[in-house]
Nanobody, 115 residues
Framework: QVQLVESGGGLVQAGGSLRLSCAAS????????MGWYRQAPGNQRELVTV???????NYVDSVKGRFTIGRDDAKNSVYLQMNSLKPEDTAVYYC?????????WGRGTQVTVSS
């Protein structure tokens, strides 16, 4: 089992920045994908970005050039630097880890961007 705990959400004005962090603990396999999803009220959960254990990244088009994902395997952590935030980025952001043993989720952290 893997446990994920997110931190760093909050309220920010449009154009501002936030940095989300996610700490993983438990039986972590070195070969995995870690990423961030988000869910806005009334919408389905959507993929924002992922990073492989090799460092390859992928982003949804709406955040390219504004968000940056990174990972620190020594700390079993993944980060999301969010710049130039827009009101449409408002959502609950969930950390995800996927490996051969399963697909794991954090409880989420709220990000609210005011206009």
């Amino acid at each position: 089992q893997v446990q994920l705990v997110e931190s760093g959400g909050g309220l920010v004005q449009a154009g501002g920045s936030l940095r989300l962090s996610c700490a993983a603990s438990g039986s972590i396999n070195g070969f995995n994908l870690m990423g961030w999803y988000r869910q806005a009220p009334g919408n389905q959960r959507e993929l924002v970005t992922v990073i492989s254990s090799g460092g390859d990244t992928n982003y949804v088009d709406s955040v390219k050039g504004r968000f940056t994902i990174g990972r620190d395997d020594a700390k079993n952590s993944v980060y999301l630097q969010m710049n130039s935030l827009k009101p449409e980025d408002t959502a609950v952001y969930y950390c995800n880890l996927a490996d051969r043993s399963g697909n794991y989720w954090g409880r989420g952290t709220q990000v609210t961007v005011s206009s």
